[in-house]
């Protein structure tokens, strides 16, 4: 096992590239199971959640190949329901396959799924979509067994909280559905945009794109796709917060800053320079900070798209920890999202968690020092990564796995805007 080893107090310059988003590459890779043939997805980051997700289709029958970023998937042959607990259990994106292999085969057995340790995160929502649609789902020895007869029936279905996965995995059954299905509270979030133009792209007739409510008019039969994935605003937002925690300057490329509206706007509170170009956006401090920059404290909350992001919650925490005052971190989407606050506090910051929120007292833009430290999840490693950067000293981040699983070429784009980190075994 690896660990990463970061020599923090240097300020980040240059330009960074972005990739495509993984949570918009698992959903559209899901979706090549809808219909024979192959499949052309582009800009597809090669991450270790995307590696599994071709495991896991592999499993169900397609065949793949990758060259560079475009990803190629044959789902001529698909033949297995089963998403099984092995390949399920590192990722909860594999329930996206419960929605096509019912839309195509009628029936669909995937484990209850696992992924960050951040909460419940149940899949109810999902199951009761897919009831509305006529399809009777069973819960057994850890897995949702769904069948239905024939093709699913078009109906209203109401989720209570808008669901990314959940309004995916509906979009998914219902394209293929018999009549009309109405999505009212669906999430809207960018890559379920892109989720619908693949969808379109493929003969489906979806109305409603970026809104609350989508309308799905169900076709006969789809075509393969042809499609490229949008970048990955979470990464993006991630090299944006790293500059700012360093005092740096630079410039994130590749990117769409239409995604990153709430984040924008707190790092413009924060005392930062945003400027937002077609596909890149650019992070500076104002000339009377640059000689001591300082932050000013700011309060976040997590909401659904368009809302600040939870995503980028453990990563704007940890900015906050050298910040000049109080400010509230509050948390709505997962219970268990503060899991990176005892690993920030072993690098000096002062938190407190107050169930739901997070007080942080901001030491200033040299109150970290580098510790060996603990990723616990996906964020919550990038988070560390962003405090060991801005922190004296060496910070040795264990399990670094987790960053794998979201972040491609994460050492190389780091050093590429003048970071010293190397990964070194265990």
């Keep these: 096992m690896e660990k990463l080893l970061v020599e923090g107090g ?9 990739s495509g988003a993984k949570n918009a590459a698992l959903p559209l890779m899901a979706a090549t199971l809808l219909s024979p043939g192959v499949h052309t997805l582009r800009n597809v980051p090669d991450l270790r959640d995307t590696r599994t997700f071709l495991r896991l289709l592999a499993h169900l029958g397609a065949r793949s190949e ?26 909860r994106a594999s329930v996206l396959v419960l929605g096509p292999l019912l839309a195509r085969l009628g029936r669909a057995k995937v484990s ?82 892109n989720l619908v133009d693949m969808l379109n792209g493929m003969g489906a007739r979806i109305e409603g794109r ?6 799905i008019h169900g076709v006969e039969a789809l075509r393969p796709a042809d499609c490229t994935i949008i970048p990955d605003r979470i990464e993006a937002g991630t090299y944006l917060i790293a500059i700012a925690a360093t005092g740096g300057c630079g410039r994130v490329v590749g990117c769409n800053p239409r995604h990153l509206p709430s984040l924008l706007e707190k790092l413009r509170c924060a005392g930062l320079v945003i400027e937002e170009g077609g596909d890149s956006i650019g992070i500076s401090w104002p000339e009377e900070r640059r000689g001591e920059p300082f932050l000013s404290s700011v309060d976040i909350k997590t909401m659904p798209y368009p809302g600040y992001p939870t995503d980028l ?6 900015l906050m920890t050298l910040g000049r005052e109080l400010c509230v971190i509050t ?22 968690v107050d169930g739901h929120s997070a007080v942080v007292s901001g030491r200033g833009m040299h109150g970290l020092s580098g510790a060996p430290v603990m990723a616990t999840d996906l964020r919550a490693s990038s988070s560390l990564v ?12 264990s399990r670094i796995y987790h960053l794998e699983r979201g972040y491609e070429k994460l050492v ?5 805007l003048g970071a010293r980190v190397w990964k070194e075994e265990e």
């Design 10 to 18: 240097i300020p980040l310059q240059g330009e960074v590239r972005i």
């Design 66 to 91: 990758r060259c560079d970023d475009v990803l190629r998937i044959d789902s001529s042959a698909i033949v297995g329901v089963e998403a099984p607990y092995n390949l399920v259990k590192t990722m």
């Design 112 to 193: 209850l799924p696992g992924g960050c340790a951040i909460g419940a995160r149940p899949i109810n929502f999902h199951i009761m979509g897919l009831e509305r649609l006529g399809v009777s789902c069973t819960l057994e020895g850890g897995y949702v067994d769904a069948r239905c007869n024939g093709r699913m029936r078009g109906n209203v279905v109401y989720f209570d909280i808008p669901s990314v996965t959940g309004t995916e995995n509906l979009l998914m059954a219902a394209v293929l559905a018999e009549g009309t299905t109405v999505l009212k509270n669906a999430a809207r979030e960018p890559e379920i945009g």
């Design 210 to 215: 970026d809104s609350d409510c989508l309308t």
């Design 313 to 318: 919650q453990a990563q704007f925490m940890a």
């Design 331 to 352: 948390e709505t989407i997962f219970e268990n999202r503060f899991m990176h606050v005892a690993e920030l506090q072993r690098m000096g910051a002062s938190i407190r």
């Design 386 to 397: 962003i405090a060991a950067l801005a922190a004296s000293g060496r910070s040795e981040i």
């Design 412 to 416: 190389e784009k780091l050093s590429g």
